[in-house]
């Protein structure tokens, strides 16, 4: 199980990600954001690198990483890999590259596993891009509505009464 300090993080990096590639749509284009920061997405069966129990893989060959993944999934999990694999990069899982997994057998999941498979899920899912939405009503929200009412209560009731 993952502390809250750490669930935190994973959660503020893939909002972060949302953000930072400018985000504004549902679904999220996972490969425009693997396109934003030059990485790579290949099918494998475009190169054949992952093994038997492998579905996606990042790998850092001469400074340029990599995505590879199953392309006989579905889509839906084909994106929740390649979101998966993001993770592993933009929360620095560098370990992962020199992990032997021949066995893939792990009592408990790694806990970078979790974090990547967390990080991706919310990358993914409505609730990341509603915040996206409610940061972006709040910039525009307090320009526009704020000096209309000069009582911070007032402005704080308001709001308090939207939820996303």
């Known amino acids: 199980m993952i502390n809250y300090g750490k669930y935190k993080y994973v959660r503020n990096a893939s909002w972060q990600v949302l953000l930072d590639y400018n985000v ?8 425009d954001i693997a396109k934003q ?3 790579k997405v290949v099918k494998n ?7 038997d129990n492998q579905i996606g ?9 990599y995505i590879v993944f199953d392309d006989n999934m579905s889509s839906e999990r084909a994106r ?7 993770g592993h990069i933009f929360l620095g899982h560098i ?7 021949s066995k893939n057998e792990y009592k408990e999941k790694p806990e970078e596993e979790t974090q990547a498979d967390m990080f991706a899920a919310r990358l993914v899912s409505f609730g990341g891009f509603a915040y996206i939405v409610q940061m972006t009503f709040r ?3 307090t320009f526009l509505i704020k000096p209309l009412h000069t009582e911070r209560n007032v402005w704080n009731c308001f709001i308090s009464e939207i939820s996303f």
């Open 45 to 51: 069966s475009d190169c054949y690198l992952l093994k």
């Open 57 to 65: 893989l990042s790998i850092l060959i001469d400074s340029k990483w």
């Open 139 to 141: 910039r525009y929200a």
């Open 24 to 31: 504004r749509q549902l679904p999220v284009k996972i490969t």
């Open 37 to 39: 920061v030059d990485i």
């Open 95 to 101: 370990s992962l590259l020199n992990r032997s997994d």
């Open 80 to 86: 929740f890999t390649i979101a998966h694999e993001l």
